[in-house]
Every structure is written in C-alpha cells, then in structure tokens.
T-cell receptor, first 114, second 113 residues
C-alpha cells in the first residue's frame, strides 16, 4: 500500500517569509496529491491539489510542485500571513486491494509570527 | 445546504462502555471514511466504505466497528475493546473517483472518563 512521509513536523516563519512543506510517497502509480489545511479545532479543508500530468499548480499565494521521478511533492506558501497558521496535511491515494482511500502524512504545524 | 455532519461534537465515555459516533452526508458520495487524529499525529484510517453494505478495515480498526446500511450514513462504534479511545474522530466522504476531494465533517472529540 501507499506510504506518505511529511516534513518538517513543525515550521515557524516570520510574516512575509515563504514556507515549504515536503512529502514523499511510495507508490509510483499514485496520480493525485491533495493538500489540506486544518485550523485549530476545525475540520481539514482542501486548499490545493495536483494531478500527475502536471508538474506545478498555483493558486494565489500557494503552489504545489510534483516530481514524479523522485516521488515527492511540495507545498509552497509565499508572503505568509498569521492566518496561514494551521496544520497542513499532504495525502496520496492508496489503491491496494482494489479499494480507493486517501493516506495522509503526519502533518506540519505552521506558525506564522507577526 | 450540502455537506457532511458528525454528531455529537463532544462525547464522554466511561470505561467499558460502547459509544457510537454519527456521520451523515447529503453529497451523494459513494465513499465514506473514518479517521482518528491524536495530538501531533496525522490522520489514521480506521474504516472505509466504497458502497452500501460493504466496508473495509483501515490501519487501526481494532476496537472499532462500522455499518453502512444507507448511502448517507456511516456510524462508527468505539467498543470497550479499544483500550485508548480518547481522540478526535473525523468522518469524510468522496466520490469513488481516485482523484477527487474528500470532504470532512467537523469532528467528534471523544474522552474517556
């Protein structure tokens, strides 16, 4: 089955700096890589995703890059703001046993300091 | 208003008790999932279901049970066999397409007292 590793586990940046979170996956057949943001006490919500037919996708201050050869994908947040403070999860699909399910990384706690 | 709803938001369980967490969705999604979240840890898969009357164990199914009698509903029972049930439980749903968003409920925080 799929295995997803996420780094770093915590990240502290100054407001306005950039933040980068990286995930690696094990199944070369995986073709969809979402990123979720979870604010304190709330549900995770999708912020951006990428499919394996592209190498990069941007949405305003956030971007995701994918390196299929190396089997890793990264979340980039530019011009960070205090409201970006949250836990971020990457995920990849697991198709083992003929069933589809999302396997999540352990999460990165991002703190943006004013 | 479409979405996925979990209840209750907070739940207290006595030692040796079984408790059931509710998850309902009106998104017409075939697939539903239960995840457990512990402090500083990621989302670990407990059970998932791709279709009514069928479900599969995830990575940490021991001490839990589920049912999927209706497409809209996927309740999770935390049994007395689960030795460390205190955690935040999240239900999610999605289409069966392998490349679509999963929508999460607001979670249930279970505490053993």
């Amino acid at each position: 089955g799929e295995n997803v590793e996420q780094h770093p586990s915590t990240l502290s940046v100054q407001e306005g700096d950039s933040a980068v979170i990286k995930c690696t996956y094990s199944d070369s057949a995986s073709n969809y890589f979402p990123w979720y943001k979870q604010e304190l006490g709330k549900r995770p919500q999708l912020i951006i995703d990428i499919r394996s037919n592209v190498g990069e996708k941007k949405d305003q201050r956030i971007a995701v890059t994918l390196n299929k050869t190396a089997k890793h994908f990264s979340l980039h947040i530019t011009e960070t703001q205090p409201e970006d403070s949250a836990v971020y999860f990457c995920a990849a699909p697991d198709h083992s046993g003929g069933y589809n399910k999302l396997i999540f990384g352990a999460g990165t706690r991002l703190a943006v300091h004013p | 208003d479409g979405g996925i709803t979990q209840s209750p938001k907070y739940l207290f369980r006595k030692e040796g008790q079984n408790v059931t967490l509710s998850c309902e969705q009106n998104l017409n999604h075939d697939a539903m999932y239960w995840y457990r979240q512990d402090p500083g840890q990621g989302l670990r898969l407990i059970y998932y279901s791709q279709i009514v009357n069928d479900f599969q164990k995830g990575d940490i199914a021991e001490g839990y049970s589920v049912s999927r009698e209706k497409k809209e509903s996927f309740p999770l029972t935390v049994t007395s066999a689960q030795k460390n049930p205190t955690a935040f439980y999240l239900c999610a749903s999605s289409t069966r397409d392998r490349r679509t968003e999963a929508f999460f409920g607001q979670g249930t925080r279970l505490t053993v007292v």
